[in-house]
């Protein structure tokens, strides 16, 4: 069984920084692509970030682009999304998620983990 387990959240104030943290387990890690999505209030989940199994192609969310960068640590079953400069719009539920194949944002991803909130005040 795949478990995905999101860490990291919580109350930043508008320009600060924030990692999360996404622990895999149930399947081999490396041989995947990981990827970050994130669901506002009243709002539909939106694709943030992916990156390949090796980590060598990653995706971003135009809304993102410049202040989140992706990573992954294949010995520690671990991917990260690092948030700077974070704006009130970033406050949601951020989940991670997995998948054979590219990290991109329109294929469906098969286990998701059960998201960490993140709250951007002024």
């Known amino acids: 069984q795949v478990q995905l387990v999101e860490s990291g959240g919580g109350l930043v104030q508008a320009g600060g920084s924030l990692r999360l943290s996404c622990a895999a387990s149930?399947?081999?890690?490396?041989?995947?692509?990981m990827a970050w999505f994130r669901q506002a209030p009243g709002k539909e989940r939106e694709f943030v970030a992916g990156?390949?199994?090796?980590?060598?192609?990653?995706y971003f969310a135009d809304s993102v682009k410049g202040r989140f960068t992706i990573s992954r640590d294949n010995a520690k079953n671990t991917v990260y999304l690092q948030m700077n400069s974070l704006k009130l719009e970033d406050t949601a539920v951020y989940y991670c998620?997995?998948?054979?194949?590219?990290?991109?944002?329109?294929?469906?991803?098969?286990?998701w983990g059960q998201g960490t909130q993140v709250t951007v005040s002024s």
């Open positions: 149930g399947r081999t890690f490396s041989s995947y692509a």
């Open positions: 990156i390949s199994w090796s980590g060598g192609t990653t």
């Open positions: 998620a997995t998948r054979p194949g590219p990290p991109d944002p329109f294929s469906e991803y098969d286990y």
